[in-house]
């Protein structure tokens, strides 16, 4: 059971990225996925959220209209497109799964990416 996550690099303020998350397993379909973020000297924070279907989805107030999450399930991944990126966005994001539905808790998470780096500069 595997979480492997992509994409992330180096950008300017106001450019976009998308970071990809894909599963090693066809059971993930029926999990909830999210990505969270954690910053250096910060603790890991709930970034956004989609539930098993894709038919629901939710976003921390930080994040809320640049980003969008969404799956293929078809293709066992999930996406995060990341547009007018800022500063503060800069950190190592990560997927992760949770058999029971979407939450903002990365305690409810079962599974984990080993995390991919994103990097805005001003």
């Known amino acids: 059971v595997q979480l492997q996550a992509s994409g992330g690099g180096l950008v300017q303020a106001g450019e976009s990225l998308r970071l990809s998350c894909a599963r090693s397993e066809r059971t993930f379909s029926r999990y909830a996925m999210s990505w969270f973020r954690q910053a250096p000297g910060k603790e890991r924070e709930f970034v956004a959220t989609?539930?098993?279907?894709?038919?629901?989805?939710g976003y921390a107030d930080s994040v809320k209209g640049r980003f969008t999450i969404s799956r293929d399930n078809a293709k066992n991944t999930v996406y995060l497109q990341m547009n007018s990126l800022k500063p503060e966005d800069t950190a190592v994001y990560y997927c992760a799964a949770a058999k029971y539905g979407s939450s903002s808790s990365a305690l409810d998470y079962d599974y984990w990416g080993q995390g991919t780096q994103v990097t805005v500069s001003s």
């Open positions: 989609i539930n098993w279907s894709g038919g629901r989805s």
